[in-house]
């Protein structure tokens, strides 16, 4: 059974950083694209960015391109996300989620969802 657990969030002035850590445990990440989503508070969930399960090819939403980078460690069955250049509209819980293989824009075809890891952008 897929198991994700997110880490990393806090409270950050726009303009800053934070590193989000994705935890996987009871599969290997080399059968699945690890996807970024966030919710903010009455909004819909949302992609982020995702990594596919070889570690080459990723994804980004628009609005975080050039600010936000995702990265894997197979071996440490991790996956991070980078967030350079907190705007106050990246406020929301960040999940990571699981699919075979390759990414998807739709958090319905992920699964292993974990309790999310809340980030807070405010000055």
């Known amino acids: 059974q897929l198991q994700l657990v997110e880490s990393g969030g806090g409270l950050v002035q726009p303009g800053g950083s934070l590193r989000l850590s994705c935890a996987a445990s009871r599969f290997s990440l080399g059968d699945y694209a690890i996807g970024w989503f966030r919710q903010a508070p009455g909004k819909e969930r949302e992609g982020v960015s995702c990594?596919?399960?070889?570690?080459?090819?990723?994804t980004y939403e628009d609005s975080v391109k050039g600010r936000f980078t995702i990265s894997g460690d197979n071996a440490r069955r991790m996956v991070y996300l980078q967030m350079n250049s907190l705007k106050l509209e990246d406020t929301a819980v960040y999940y990571c989620?699981?699919?075979?293989?390759?990414?998807?824009?739709?958090?319905?075809?992920?699964?292993?969802w974990g309790q999310g890891t809340q980030v807070t952008v405010s000055a």
């Open positions: 989620a699981a699919r075979r293989f390759t990414c998807s824009r739709s958090h319905t075809q992920y699964g292993g």
């Open positions: 990594i596919d399960s070889r570690g080459i090819s990723t």
